[in-house]
């Protein structure tokens, strides 16, 4: 119950007494906004000692009336009205949240982490999530939570927590709370208006929960209104739109909390939609605000207004979920949703300082999927099982839940670690946080500019930066790397038996399918380390090695390279006009011949092979063409050839059990790109036709031609026999630290431990997991985690906060191809430059061993992509690459120098192209030049609703990867 409405009743109960005694004629109580209370009475004035008496500790404003003043106008104002008690005249109406646009300064310095939970619409699993979370964090993470149920128009946590959830609990909360409080704070305890959950739900933390307000109808005897009734009129009378006053109230609430239960973290559940409930507890409370949408148009416009809200807003970490989708193609849903997300984001991003552009960085907000799940669906309905969903919490059987959940576990370690700040709480006012972008400028010119940020307070001043032995160790880690960064082009690498016996060579899963028999499809990009790769296979060390792995060690296997520049290749361009057949049936035979050719040289010596037909060196000439066209020509040869490949799989499966497998690469210098569907569909028809125990195939391909091609029989079904050797996140960073570990292993641990991150025992448990795998660390994100920590920081951004995510994330997001895929080399090409900036600088910050701003420096990221473009257009087919790089760079306008461009904007673009190099280009459509972009990943199309008509419209997204290589910006929408 709310005092001031008990109170009320209280004195209307006493002053109709009085007037049934004939002491009073006639008596009105107004309640104004203030929360004061007024009486007007008919009656004599010496009344006024026992009015007051009737509730002493409250000031009341009494006025007294003759019965005979009859004129008096404001008598007759009052007392006109037949109601006694008028408690509405004063109440407010909720206002739109989109009036505020200003921050109220809080003053708050919580103690406490504030999580606000918030949905646009109703029905996504907002609350049912909180009360998960406070379950998961109390279970797992021994945390106290507090639940605030800030839904006072839908309250919804009177059925959460209980053994039965058919009989609601029902107790005082908020409404209550911010009533009671206007008449005295000081007495007012805490735990009168929360409840403490069981223990079951908890585990080793602790949950309470402050619910909206009580709900109870039940009505007494001595009290004429219900608490529901109570809670109505109380929640009418408060003001959201008066910001500073509710600010204060909530304070003063969160003040209580942390001084009466001290718990680790406050939950917020705000209410659905745009209101000023969200505006007070996601924007004036909070420091974290997660926020639940679905994959329908209608959440456009809350996701959008959530974006726009974080981004304005330095202190806020913003969490996106997209909730209760179908659990059968999870994936799809949520890529196209996170897709819509970040491509808002990348037009958003833009920190503008007095009207200037200082960081164009994409802003980071994680997302995460949470599908359907009964269980969860059925908490709180009465026919709920509590122990299906504490058998849930306790066994991390959402695993999508608990990796939401872990996300805001580690958030809120670094709130206690490093007491992650509002930004106009810091004695740094906004310019002194940011370092300027410096896209073109020379990051010589800004070491300056970093000297300053060095002095800026943040994490580092928990550690003594005059530490020398942690400095110098630091350098040399650093200097150690530079030295052993390895070269990964390739072409450039002669001796793999040094890689192998340095411990630079770094063992794929991928690799160990390159012993699946079943499997003759090798698909990569440029960069993914194909011909890295297929030349290792040389190497029997390697070869030995990867067997072992691969539990593969009681097999032989021995791998042919059936295209080798230097002893068999030629271009099929020799062959045109020499085809006699069709396409399809040439170039088949073509092969044949080829793998009968090159397996009876190499294996003859040891086979004792013999042929009607005599074997040829395979040069890149005329004669070779004509000795190829001879064979293909005649049928009665082609039936020795036939013959011949099935003599050596018999002599091979006779000698023992030695399987051969012929290694292809390189075919785009066989076969001109254009002509792959002639001239590599047939290869790829006759490999799948292969029915030998003893000779296998396996074709190196690079997967924007393999995209392109025709003329294979069901190349849905190559799906199934494919190796993917693309590059994922934990890969990178699994075989940069081999690296780091291989040569610096005491160094790297020795600050690990010294930089006090992490617990030793976590520290211990990484080395021994590592040192089992002979210093290749796991690709597991647990461990991956506290290395890059350790290196780059936890955090991308220069001053510590989570703004643009996660190093472990953010290097991957800016890294990545338009089509999702990443390549090794600007990685290490990145990391190469940074450290070379890093060393010259000389920073004396303790920690991270790669400060943060030299690998997200403009210019370090616009020279890591330029070597790798380079080899990239270099490629056979790309040429038309260089072209539209150097118009973008050199010549385009501003207007098309963006991350994204609308269709007619982009159609231009290549109408410039085409236009200055039209003598140069093999291209000369715009339509072929987009394939050609889109096939190299360097950009992405797709379709978004625009405009007052929500028209849809096609857009052209450039990869972040090259957005500072092509001097991109995102684009500025108002």
């Not at 918030?118 to 996504?124: A, I, P």
């Not at 939609?273 to 996601?282: E, H, K, R, S």
């Not at 979920?321 to 196209?336: D, G, Q």
């Not at 007619?904 to 192209?913: A, G, T």
Request: proline residues 2%; glycine residues 4%; charged residues 30%.
């Amino acid at each position: 119950m709310i005092q001031i409405y008990t109170g009320i009743e209280r004195l209307e109960k006493s002053l109709i007494e009085l007037q049934k005694a004939n002491e009073i004629i006639d008596f009105r109580i107004y309640l104004k906004s203030n929360n004061t209370i007024t009486i007007y009475i008919i009656g004599p004035e010496h009344l006024l000692d026992k009015i007051t008496k009737i509730w002493p500790d409250t000031k009341l404003e009494v006025e007294f009336f003759l019965e005979e003043d009859e004129d008096n106008f404001l008598k007759n104002l009052y007392f006109n009205e037949g109601d006694k008690v008028n408690t509405t005249d004063s109440d407010r109406r909720l206002v739109n949240l989109l009036a505020k646009e200003r921050l109220i300064d809080t003053g708050r310095k919580s103690e406490t982490p504030i999580i606000t939970f918030y949905s646009y619409k109703g029905g996504v699993g907002r609350s049912t999530t909180l009360a998960s979370c406070a379950a998961y964090l109390a279970t797992h993470h021994s945390k106290k939570v507090v639940i605030i149920d800030c839904d006072f128009e839908a309250p919804g946590f009177t059925n959460f927590f209980l053994t039965d959830s058919g009989a609601p609990f029902y107790s005082n909360g908020v409404v209550e709370y911010l009533l009671d409080s206007d008449l005295d704070n000081s007495e007012l305890s805490i735990r009168n208006y929360l409840w403490e959950a069981s223990k079951e739900y908890s585990g080793k933390g602790e949950i309470f929960v402050m619910p909206s307000g009580n709900l109870n109808d039940f009505q007494t005897e001595d009290v004429q209104a219900s608490d529901r009734d109570h809670y109505l009129k109380g929640l009418a009378r408060i003001d959201f739109s008066e910001r500073q006053f509710i600010v204060n109230k909530f304070n003063s609430l969160i003040y209580k909390i942390n001084e009466e239960i001290k718990p680790d973290l406050i939950l917020l559940d705000s209410r659905t939609g745009f209101n000023d409930v969200f505006g007070l507890t996601a924007f004036q409370l909070s420091d974290i605000v997660i926020g639940f949408f679905g994959n329908n148009i209608q959440t456009l416009p809350g996701i959008h207004f959530f974006i726009d809200s974080i981004i304005k807003r330095q202190y806020l970490v913003g969490i996106i979920v997209n909730s209760i989708i179908p659990a059968s193609n999870k994936r799809r849903w949520f890529n196209n949703f996170k897709e819509n997300v970040q491509s808002y984001l990348s037009r958003k991003s833009l920190a503008v300082s007095n009207g200037v552009i200082i960081n164009d960085d994409e802003i980071n907000i994680d997302m995460f999927p949470i599908t359907r799940n009964e269980v969860l669906e059925s908490v709180g309905n009465k026919d709920s099982d509590r122990l299906d969903f504490i058998d849930l919490i306790k066994e991390k059987s959402s695993p999508e839940q608990a990796e939401l959940f872990e996300k805001i576990n580690s958030l809120l370690y670094d709130y206690n670690k490093y007491a992650i700040k509002e930004s106009e709480n810091s004695e740094h006012n906004e310019e002194d946080l940011y370092i300027e972008d410096t896209d073109h400028e020379n990051i010589e010119e800004n070491f300056n500019e970093l000297s300053e940020l060095n002095k800026i307070d943040s994490e580092y001043e928990i550690f003594d930066a005059q530490n020398d032995n942690v400095y110098e160790v630091k350098m040399r880690v650093l200097t150690t790397l530079k030295e052993k960064m390895p070269e990964l082009y390739a072409e450039d690498i002669e001796d793999f038996q040094l890689e192998y016996n340095q411990g630079r060579y770094f063992y794929r899963n991928c690799m160990l399918d390159l012993f699946n028999l079943d499997k003759f499809i090798v698909l990569g990009n440029k960069g993914t380390g194909k011909t890295y790769i297929y030349k290792s296979l040389k190497n029997n060390d390697i070869v030995s090695h990867l067997k072992g792995i691969a539990n593969k060690s009681e097999i032989e296997y021995r791998f042919i390279h059936i295209i080798f520049k230097n002893k068999y290749f030629i271009d099929t361009t020799k062959f045109d006009g020499l085809e006699k057949y069709s396409n399809e049936k040439y170039y088949e035979r073509f092969w044949q011949v080829y793998i009968w050719n090159v397996l009876t040289r190499e294996l003859d010596k040891e086979l004792s092979l013999t042929s009607t037909i005599e074997t040829f060196p395979v040069e890149d000439n005329t004669i070779t063409s004509l000795r190829f066209n001879q064979i293909i020509s005649s049928d009665d040869m082609m039936i020795e050839v036939e013959l011949g490949l099935e003599n050596i799989d018999r002599s091979l499966k006779i000698k023992g059990d030695e399987h051969v497998i012929i290694i292809f690469d390189e075919l785009d210098h066989v076969v001109k790109p254009h002509l792959w569907s002639e001239r590599v569909a047939p290869l790829i028809n006759l490999c799948k036709k292969f029915t030998y125990s003893r000779i296998f195939p396996k074709m190196f391909l690079r997967s924007d031609l393999f995209e392109k091609i025709s003329n294979v029989n069901n190349i849905q079904a190559l799906n199934n026999r494919s190796i993917n050797i693309e590059w994922n996140r934990e890969e990178l960073f699994a075989y940069f630290f081999k690296i780091i570990l291989s040569h610096s292993k005491d160094d790297f641990y020795f600050l690990m431990r010294e930089y006090k991150d992490f617990p030793k025992n976590h520290i211990a448990k990484i080395r021994r997991e590592i040192d089992k795998q002979d210093k290749q660390p796991a690709t597991e994100e647990y461990i991956l985690k506290h290395l890059t920590a350790t290196f780059f920081g936890k955090y991308a951004d220069v001053n510590n906060t989570p703004r643009y995510g996660e190093s472990y994330d953010w290097f991957f997001k800016n890294l990545k191809n338009a089509n999702e895929t990443i390549s090794l080399r600007p990685f290490i090409d990145l990391l190469s430059e940074s450290v070379k900036w890093a060393i010259i600088g000389e920073d004396r910050r303790p920690k991270p061993i790669l400060p943060q701003y030299y690998y997200t420096h403009g210019q370090t990221r616009g020279k890591a992509v330029e070597r790798h473009f380079k080899d990239l257009a270099s490629e056979k087919g790309n040429g038309d690459l260089t072209y539209i790089f150097q118009y973008i760079r050199d010549d385009a306008d501003s207007r098309f120098k963006l991350l994204e461009l609308q269709q007619q904007d982009f159609y231009n673009l290549l109408d410039n192209v085409i236009e200055k190099y039209s003598s140069a280009l093999e291209n000369k459509t715009k339509e072929g030049l987009i394939e050609l972009l889109k096939v190299n990943g360097i950009i992405l199309d797709r379709f978004q609703r625009a405009g007052a008509t929500n028209n849809v419209q096609k857009r052209y997204q450039f990869a972040l990867l090259y957005k500072y290589y092509l001097g991109l910006k995102n684009k500025i929408r108002n």
